[in-house]
């Protein structure tokens, strides 16, 4: 059975940090890219980064650079995401969500139909 499980939300003031985890099992983890996910309330789910697998090249949606950070643990089968200066606008439900190998493109990896599987959310809530 394949799982993604993201944890790690919680509230946090402007300025702070927090880090989700993504712990998965039941699939080739090594092989697959896992992206990062958010839902804002009234919004669409949007892609905001991503991990490759491999070499483990990461990308971040241009509101997020150089605040949230990525790293994955193959041994563990985990993605991690460091959010650090948080702002009230990154309030959401964030996702986790896996892609096999080929199937996604500089220019679909922020677009949710390439993933196959997906986690559950957690709730990151940012206070002004």
């Known amino acids: 059975e394949v799982q993604l499980q993201a944890s790690g939300g919680g509230l946090v003031q402007t300025g702070g940090s927090l880090r989700l985890s993504c712990a998965t099992s039941?699939?080739?983890?090594?092989?697959?890219?896992i992206g990062w996910f958010r839902q804002a309330p009234g919004k669409e789910r949007e892609g905001v980064s991503l991990?490759?697998?491999?070499?483990?090249?990461?990308y971040y949606e241009e509101s997020v650079k150089g605040r949230f950070t990525l790293s994955r643990d193959d041994a563990k089968n985990t993605v991690y995401l460091q959010m650090n200066s948080l702002k009230p606008e990154d309030t959401a439900v964030y996702y986790c969500?896996?892609?096999?190998?080929?199937?996604?493109?500089?220019?679909?990896?922020?677009?949710?139909?390439?993933?196959?599987?997906w986690g559950q959310g957690t709730l990151v809530t940012v206070s002004s």
């Open positions: 969500a896996a892609v096999p190998p080929g199937h996604i493109t500089i220019h679909t990896m922020f677009t949710q139909s390439p993933y196959l599987y």
């Open positions: 039941g699939f080739a983890f090594d092989d697959y890219a």
């Open positions: 991990i490759s697998s491999g070499d483990g090249g990461s």
